[in-house]
Nanobody, 130 residues
Framework: QLQLVESGGGLVQPGGSLRLSCAAS????????VAWFRQAPGKEREGLSC????????YYADSVKGRFTISRDNAKNTVYLQINSLKPEDTAVYYC???????????????????????WGQGTQVTVSS
């Protein structure tokens, strides 16, 4: 059974940092393109970052570029999202998703529709508040 589990969310003060983890079981995550999304109440799911399976290319949304970093640890079958300089508007449920294949396109790699046939985690809550 293919499964993704996110962890690392929590309550953090503005300016703080978190590292979110997306751990895979039942498949080798290295062979998959993985993306992070978030969804705040009343808003659409937003693509944040993506790491392509073909050459490890990484993509970021303009809203998080310079603050978020996506990375893989193939030995741990895990993808991470380091998030720094957190702002209250970063409050949301954060999801990771994986799909077999490659996009080599920033637009496709960060679109939720591209991962429709893939695997999704259950989400981890990030709350930024003082």
């Amino acid at each position: 059974q293919l499964q993704l589990v996110e962890s690392g969310g929590g309550l953090v003060q503005p300016g703080g940092s978190l590292r979110l983890s997306c751990a895979a079981s039942g498949f080798t995550l290295e062979d998959y393109t993985v993306a992070w999304f978030r969804q705040a109440p009343g808003k659409e799911r937003e693509g944040l970052s993506c790491i392509d399976s073909s050459d490890g290319s990484t993509y970021y949304a303009d809203s998080v570029k310079g603050r978020f970093t996506i990375s893989r640890d193939n030995a741990k079958n895990t993808v991470y999202l380091q998030i720094n300089s957190l702002k209250p508007e970063d409050t949301a449920v954060y999801y990771c998703a994986a799909v077999r294949g490659t996009f080599l396109s920033r637009r496709l790699c960060m679109s939720p529709r591209s991962f429709f046939a893939g695997s999704w985690g259950q989400g981890t809550q990030v709350t930024v508040s003082s």
